[in-house]
């Protein structure tokens, strides 16, 4: 089993920056590949970016305002945000796949976070 919480969510203005931290416990960290994952009100739950076990593989749905990163030492792995926009208002959740690749599929992740809320206003 793997436990997931996530830290770092808030109330921001457009254009502000935010970190999400996941600190992981319960398995091996630096076996995992980790994902984060986002949910808008009525909306289906969207990748937002991974990362495989080694930090090799790297997948964005949000390419260069967002970047995702891990520190095995401390079994976190962390989501930097920057330029934030309104449309990126949602709760926020990082997820484990105990394969260890890095994958856009929600299919693929065994073990969720409770999420983060992280609202933009404009």
């Known amino acids: 089993q793997v436990q997931l919480v996530e830290s770092g969510g808030g109330l921001v203005q457009a254009g502000d920056s935010l970190r999400l931290s996941c600190a992981a416990s319960g398995r091996t960290f630096s076996n995992l590949a980790m994902g984060w994952f986002r949910q808008a009100p009525g909306k289906e739950r969207e990748f937002v970016a991974s990362l495989s076990w080694s930090g090799s593989s790297i997948n964005y749905a949000v390419k260069g305002r967002f970047t995702i990163s891990r520190d095995n030492a401390k079994n976190t792995v962390y989501l930097q945000m920057n330029s934030l926009r309104p449309e990126d208002t949602a709760v926020y959740y990082c997820?484990?796949?105990?394969?260890?690749?890095?994958?856009?599929?929600?299919?693929?992740?065994?073990?969720w976070g409770q999420g983060t809320q992280v609202t933009v206003s404009s």
């Open positions: 997820a484990a796949n105990g394969r260890g690749y890095s994958s856009r599929a929600l299919s693929d992740y065994n073990y």
